[in-house]
């Protein structure tokens, strides 16, 4: 495939930036008329610039204006200030249409403002590129909740089939065009044509690195690699392997600050606490909350209290999808003993009921219990401690800060200590007033948690990291808890 590098690929300073237009409501007519509010309900105009490549000609630059009426809606027109489009809530420019969005929908007109598609996009991406130009190829639109991407003709290359369509600024960084459907990924060419099946964990090009079309994929913990040639894939070969910075690179990393763990206490061994192995545990945790807070205290080299492990294996079944019986909320002792396996380094379980699970004919019901409520957790000591097989076991220490269950929901609902000290802080801190309740307490992760909340427990906990460039999950050695009461 030719590919045509532009100069600007590597520009990297966004030359074009667009001002956005405030929509003011229109004054009561009963109200006295001053000339504040006289200047409120004059149009506001905003004046804009499209840029595009020229393919064989000289680049097409053009100026437009957009004014906005009081009651927010929009028109567009020609830089001397003749009429293409009146009456809309948002333009877009392409090359050589207009996309236009009314009632909500988005439809296509020329660029004297005749309409040549109906209004049937959800919602379109034509982004511009960093260099303030945009891009002259494919634009996504989305169709029924599902995204395709039209040419700039207008017509329909890649169908409205897909759960997201990652289109590059560039075709030289990736010349076919990754598509995602039902958490999986492939790849159609940009003119359309199925290439790589939506099947694949991942999927991504290395085009700068690897001189031939290569589509790399992964499959659980498997990668291998899909080569392409004159727009035809050919059979998967595993000995195709992408490299390591390229795994770094394009790796979907499952939770925020993975690749730095993997890059700073993986690879390079530091036990240092730094903001983003903080932050790290703070959304791997956030995200598998209960994997902390029920895990039972044992020590090192013996096994947790049966009643506890009974109780976590089941909250951790009911985590993972399609384990849990939907029909008697049950789970059978092979499935207990993948989970142990996987948390506790053992499967060679004695099943036997519990206090919370009872054990018929290799069958766990759960009996019941409470357990209501979550932690933020905050990491504050982190240790290697080698081994003499070799193995790698960590130490990490981390405060919980308790919250109920429906904290978070209103300003007004009574909830936990903890909860109302991040609405107070919300109330008075101008850095926090436009925060959500989850967004506050993602905040203060950044700062020191213990300056607004209140410590309920301290975790220590012995574990190995297993897939930390994947799935990656902790299996622990040893767990303490202490009690911390507030001062």
């Given at each position: 495939m030719k590919r045509k590098i532009y100069p600007s690929l590597f520009v990297f300073i966004v030359s074009l930036m667009i001002a956005g237009c405030s929509i003011v409501a229109y004054q009561d007519t009963n109200q006295n008329v001053t000339p504040n509010t006289v200047s409120s309900m004059v149009p506001s105009t905003e004046k804009i610039t499209v840029s595009y490549y020229g393919e064989n000609e000289e680049d097409k630059i053009t100026e437009y204006l957009i004014t906005s009426s009081p009651d927010g809606q929009k028109s567009l027109l020609t830089a001397n200030q003749v009429p293409i489009l009146t009456g809309f809530q948002d333009f877009d420019i392409m090359r050589d249409l207009v996309l236009a969005k009314k009632d909500n929908l988005w439809g296509l007109y020329n660029l004297t403002g005749e309409k040549i598609g109906d209004p049937i996009y959800e919602d379109i991406m034509n982004p511009i590129r960093p260099d303030g130009y945009k891009v002259n190829g494919?634009?996504?639109?989305?169709?029924?909740?599902?995204?395709?991407?039209?040419?700039?003709?207008?017509?329909?290359?890649?169908?409205?089939?897909?759960?997201?369509?990652?289109?590059?600024?560039?075709?030289?960084?990736?010349?076919?065009?990754?598509?995602?459907?039902?958490?999986?990924?492939?790849?159609?060419?940009?003119?359309?044509?199925?290439?790589?099946?939506?099947?694949?964990?991942?999927?991504?090009?290395?085009?700068?690195?690897?001189?031939?079309?290569?589509?790399?994929?992964?499959?659980?913990?498997?990668?291998?690699?899909?080569?392409?040639?004159?727009?035809r894939a050919l059979p998967l070969d595993w000995n195709l392997k992408p490299s390591e910075y390229a795994l770094l690179s394009f790796n979907r990393w499952p939770y925020p600050y993975q690749d730095n763990f993997y890059e700073q206490q993986i690879k390079k061994g530091s036990t240092k606490v730094a903001m983003e192995n903080k932050l790290f545990f703070y959304y791997y945790f956030k995200k598998n909350n209960g994997e902390l807070r029920d895990l039972p205290a044992f020590d090192r080299g013996k096994r947790p209290n049966w009643d506890e492990l009974t109780l976590y294996v089941y909250q951790m079944a009911k985590d993972k999808a399609g384990i849990i019986n939907p029909q008697d909320g049950t789970i059978t002792k092979e499935q207990f003993d993948s989970i142990t396996?996987?948390?506790?380094?053992?499967?060679?379980?004695?099943?036997?009921?519990?206090?919370?699970?009872?054990?018929?004919?290799?069958?766990?019901?759960?009996?019941?219990?409470?357990?209501?409520?979550?932690?933020?957790?905050?990491?504050?000591?982190?240790?290697?401690?080698?081994?003499?097989?070799?193995?790698?076991?960590?130490?990490?220490?981390?405060?919980?800060?308790?919250?109920?269950?429906?904290?978070?929901?209103?300003?007004e609902t009574e909830g936990s200590p903890n909860a109302q000290a991040v609405w107070e802080l919300i109330k008075k801190d101008e850095n926090y007033r436009p925060l959500t309740f989850e967004q506050a307490l993602d905040r203060l992760?950044?700062?020191?948690?213990?300056?607004?909340?209140?410590?309920?427990?301290?975790?220590?906990?012995?574990?190995?990291?297993?897939?930390?460039?994947?799935?990656?999950?902790?299996?622990?050695?040893?767990?303490?808890?202490t009690l911390l009461i507030p001062e």
């Open positions: 494919l634009v996504r639109v989305k169709q029924n909740g599902r995204w395709g991407a039209i040419d700039q003709q207008g017509r329909m290359v890649i169908p409205p089939e897909f759960d997201f369509i990652h289109l590059t600024f560039y075709e030289e960084v990736e010349p076919f065009v990754k598509v995602e459907k039902n958490k999986k990924f492939g790849y159609v060419t940009r003119e359309g044509k199925g290439l790589v099946e939506p099947i694949w964990d991942n999927a991504f090009m290395d085009v700068l690195n690897v001189p031939e079309d290569i589509i790399f994929v992964q499959q659980g913990d498997r990668w291998g690699g899909i080569r392409v040639k004159e727009a396996e996987m948390y506790f380094g053992h499967r060679d379980n004695s099943h036997r009921s519990s206090r919370f699970l009872t054990c018929v004919d290799g069958t766990y019901k759960p009996i019941g219990w409470s357990d209501q409520g979550y932690f933020i957790f905050e990491l504050t000591d982190l240790e290697k401690k080698p081994t003499a097989d070799q193995q790698e076991i960590w130490q990490a220490k981390l405060k919980g800060y308790y919250m109920n269950v429906s904290d978070g929901e209103s300003m992760v950044w700062n020191n948690p213990g300056n607004v909340l209140k410590p309920t427990a301290e975790w220590t906990i012995e574990f190995q990291v297993h897939d930390p460039l994947g799935e990656i999950y902790f299996t622990y050695l040893s767990c303490k808890q």
